[in-house]
């Protein structure tokens, strides 16, 4: 007999549907994996061109921009890594906004390549306060600073930043840094507008609001952007925006370009755009709202709250929830999972242990929220976890209200 047994083979087959409710990598539709589903052609075939350039065309009016997109076969550390290497040189300092585990890791990125990372602090739960990224930059008079670096969507605290008002910010202090915003997990859940809100380069991936498998990433460039790409010295090869633009027609990847992830993505831009951003925007508002009203009963009693503090920062795709001292957030998601089928996100770096994630971007609606927030209050009380009773029943009055 085996000393281990593997942990599949003593587990009871599940039924139903299994509900996907991570915040990242998302739900795939049926019309995406159904148009993925396609036999392979060669990436040069005059067939697939014309679907190249539609997944580029409508990816931009996702993103809001006229200008540059590249894309990389690679998950969005890739999107990260190309944009800090090919934006800076060696020894150069930029300032990362913090927002949590998320703006860490893409500075701690940036420090493996050789480039000064200068971060303006923030209170997790509470979000920057923007005056204090103005105040960085106004001291900065001999402009040092090449680049700010914001996660619009920090997927692990829940919590966002407004692009426009760091913008904003960045003009007060009459500063010339570019800057660089992550929507990873903001695309097409909440609103983005690249060229509207001045951002030189933007970092998107494809399994989020995009509902795609993972594997795919991009980033957007202004024309500042690629001004500055053609002094960058930062070592890179595979995810050179210059070599790219050598490889016609696509000028873009370096290498193979990765035909059936375009099928998907042009069926992601489709049901985006069939729907209508601004409706999708309002949907996983709504929808965020329904989760954040039955976390704020299961608050009472000393129960599981929200971790964002901040009432205009919190996220309207993730919703990070803080366990009660002395309860283990892991052991409610293995309930959740095991009885119900329902996958939860787990916490992140620092968070690890005390927090738990509702997912609530891409491919949703109010069952599928009602039912994850079902099996987590169910799991509540197996797990002897303190907490106000009736969050489904606030989520419901909220749903069928609005
Ligand atoms: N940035 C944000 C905001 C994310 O949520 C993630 C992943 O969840 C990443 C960057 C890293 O992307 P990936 O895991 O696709 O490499």
Redesign the pocket.
């Known amino acids: 007999m085996a000393a281990t047994a593997s942990p599949t083979a003593t587990a009871t087959p599940a039924r139903g549907r299994h509900f996907f409710a991570n915040?990242?990598p998302t739900n795939i539709p049926d019309q995406i994996l159904r148009a993925i589903d396609r036999p392979t052609i060669d990436f040069n075939d005059a067939g697939f061109l014309p679907v190249y350039r539609e997944v580029f065309d409508g990816l931009k009016r996702v993103l809001g921009t006229r200008h540059h997109l590249f894309m990389y076969t690679g998950?969005?550390?890739?999107a990260?890594e190309a944009t800090l290497t090919n934006l800076l040189s060696p020894g150069e300092t930029i300032l990362v906004v913090e927002s949590g585990y998320?703006s860490e890791?893409?500075g701690k990125m940036a420090a493996a390549h050789g480039v000064e990372v200068q971060t303006v602090a923030a209170d997790w739960r509470h979000g920057v306060d923007v005056a204090q990224v103005r105040a960085a930059l106004e001291a900065d008079r001999d402009h040092r600073l090449k680049a700010v670096c914001v996660?619009h969507?920090?997927?692990?605290t829940g919590l966002m930043i407004p692009p426009a008002e760091v913008r904003a910010a960045i003009d007060a202090a009459g500063h010339p840094a570019l800057f660089l915003v992550?929507t990873?997990?903001s695309l097409a859940s909440l609103e983005f507008r690249m060229d509207d809100w001045g951002i030189d380069a933007v970092?998107g991936?494809s399994?989020?609001g995009l509902m795609n498998p993972?594997g795919t990433?991009f980033t957007a460039v202004s024309e500042k952007g690629m001004a500055a790409h053609r002094q960058a010295r930062l070592g890179r090869y595979y995810f050179d925006w210059s070599v790219m633009m050598t490889r016609h027609p696509h000028d873009s990847f370096v290498g193979t370009v990765p035909v059936n992830a375009f099928y998907g993505m042009r069926e992601a831009v489709r049901l985006l755009e069939e729907e209508g951003m601004e409706a999708v925007v309002a949907r996983h508002h709504r929808l965020a709202e329904g989760v954040r009203r039955a976390v704020a009963v299961w608050s009472g009693n000393n129960g599981p709250q929200l971790f964002c503090t901040n009432p205009a920062r919190v996220s309207d795709s993730v919703t990070t929830i803080l366990m009660p001292e002395g309860h283990d957030p892991d052991a409610l998601r293995r309930t959740v999972r095991s009885r119900y089928n329902v996958s939860l996100g787990g916490g992140l770096g620092v968070l690890i242990g005390k927090v738990f994630r509702i997912g609530h971007m891409g491919d949703l609606n109010e069952p599928m929220v009602l039912g994850t927030l079902a099996a987590i209050e169910m799991s509540l009380r197996i797990n002897g976890v303190p907490h106000g009773k009736g969050g489904v029943e606030a989520a419901m009055d909220y749903f069928a209200a609005t």
């Open positions: 915040p990242g998950s969005g550390h890739a990260w998320f890791e893409w996660v969507n920090e997927t692990a992550d990873i997990s970092v991936g399994q989020k993972t990433s």
